[in-house]
């Protein structure tokens, strides 16, 4: 595995490489091209890849790096093509609570946008789209790539779990990246999400950046400095984008679980869903029918939005969506068919006062410790437990009040306990006095338009 750069004659290997990046220099495309290709034929080992990997984490790759990256990772499986349809997806970085995709696309659909979504199972604190989903008894997730085709352009929405056939080596370079401590490059996540919404031969973009303790970006900062590097890729492969920075300090809604959040999105379609995540669904899939072209502006997009709820078309989509994958459509009127957990227990407050802060990610851990999510990917979900919660930041609760609601089996009880104690003593904070300001849903947003 050795070979010579004919501009600069200096032999490539994996060592040449990877101290090159260590030592901060910027590689170039052939080099880029060359270690990744040595990757996926198996010449380079997972230990130099992931050596590559941390230099990347700790030094960072420029605009040019981190496009011949996504590149490379878009080409290495099929790449859709839906010609000059207004074809848009929205992806989020995660959260705890975030069901919004249920939501948005039903409604971007009715909209007569053509929504394509390839979602994935949740690990870690933040839950799965397809994980969510497969609640509803039947629903068929594993639909085959040309079945994907097909029923895009035809019914103009398809929901299916990830496939391989699209940008594989990121499934192989995500599974060395998440036991090296190298996920949280911004580089890195951009070329990973990017080379398969480009795969899904999307025209546009709609990203939903999340900031703050439940979020893998932290702070505003942080989430401003992904956007732009996913806005620049975006750009460079002549796509139009639009990116929302938006709040995930607590959760989003009022539930938390698989079929709790479907039940809520559910409600939401159908105009009696929590404001928050009522407003943030609105504010993406307006942003969808923005970019598609079927609105002058993003305002415009969010009233036609808001339309498609009041209608009740929007819930005809989903109706359509589910019934077409094979899920039982009597779910959909009837909740008391889906599993909930027989055991409610409740949160009480431990004093009066306002709630100044809850700990996000605790919420989502404690969500997978009731088995709701997975530590490890062969974890099996159960569907049933999950929390609800019944107040937010920044507003006033009495001693002894219930703050949420934990859904649990017989043999969690101890497990509850633990939580209970948890949330009382640290995730949720209570102040005698009223916090002077709330953050915001949404801090900012921005549209990219390409040249094309």
């Known amino acids: 595995m050795l070979s010579t750069s004919k501009r600069n004659n200096i032999p490539k290997t994996p060592y040449s490489i990877i101290q090159k990046k260590r030592n901060g220099k910027k590689l170039t495309p052939e080099e ?71 939501i948005l696309a039903p409604i971007a659909a009715a909209c007569g946008v053509k929504v394509p979504m390839i979602a994935g199972r949740g690990l870690g604190h933040s839950g799965g789209t397809v994980d969510k989903i497969e609640a509803i008894p039947g629903f068929n997730t594993s639909l085959s790539l040309d079945e994907f085709s097909e029923y895009l352009p035809k019914y103009g929405l398809v929901l299916i779990g990830q496939t391989g056939e699209l940008a594989p080596i990121d499934k192989r370079i995500y599974a060395l990246r998440d036991v090296t401590a190298t996920v949280e490059s911004y580089e890195l996540i951009t070329a990973s999400i990017m080379s398969k919404k480009l795969a899904e031969g999307t025209s546009g973009i709609v990203m ?153 990610y605790k919420i989502g851990m404690h969500c997978v410790n009731l088995g709701g999510g997975r530590r490890h990917p062969k974890d099996l979900i159960d569907f049933s437990v999950g929390l609800t919660f019944h107040k937010k930041v920044g507003q006033k609760v009495k001693k002894g009040e219930a703050l949420l609601t934990i859904h649990h089996h017989k043999k969690q009880l101890d497990l509850v306990q633990t939580i209970n104690q948890d949330f009382i003593n640290n995730i949720i904070k209570i102040s005698s006095t009223k916090p002077k300001t709330i953050t915001p849903l949404v801090f900012e947003v921005r549209t990219k338009w390409s040249k094309q």
């Open 32 to 102: 880029i091209r060359w270690f990744l290709d040595g990757f996926v034929s198996k010449q380079i080992t997972d230990a130099q890849m992931s050596a590559l990997l941390m230099a990347i984490c700790i030094n960072g790759m420029d605009g040019e790096e981190t496009a011949t990256f996504t590149d490379i990772m878009l080409y290495s499986g099929k790449v859709l093509d839906f010609k000059e349809q207004a074809v848009i997806d929205k992806h989020s970085t995660g959260g705890v609570g975030d069901k919004t995709s249920f």
């Open 208 to 360: 939903d950046v999340k900031a703050g303790n439940g979020a893998f970006m932290k702070n505003k900062t942080q989430a401003r400095k992904l956007a732009k590097s996913m806005e620049d890729t975006a750009l460079r492969f002549n796509k139009n984008i639009m990116t929302l920075i938006t709040d995930m300090s607590q959760p989003l809604g009022n539930t938390v679980g698989n079929s709790l959040e479907i039940i809520e999105s559910i409600e939401t379609l159908q105009g009696r869903g929590p404001k928050d995540l009522t407003d943030l669904s609105v504010q993406l899939a307006g942003g969808m029918v923005y970019l598609a072209g079927l609105a002058k502006s993003h305002k415009e997009g969010i009233k036609k939005a808001l339309a498609t709820i009041k209608n009740g078309s929007a819930f005809e989509e989903f109706k359509k969506l589910i019934k077409r994958q094979g899920g039982d459509i009597s779910y959909l009127s009837d909740f008391s068919k889906f599993k909930i957990a027989p055991i409610s227990t409740q949160v009480p407050a431990s004093k009066s006062g306002y709630i100044t802060s809850m700990d996000t």
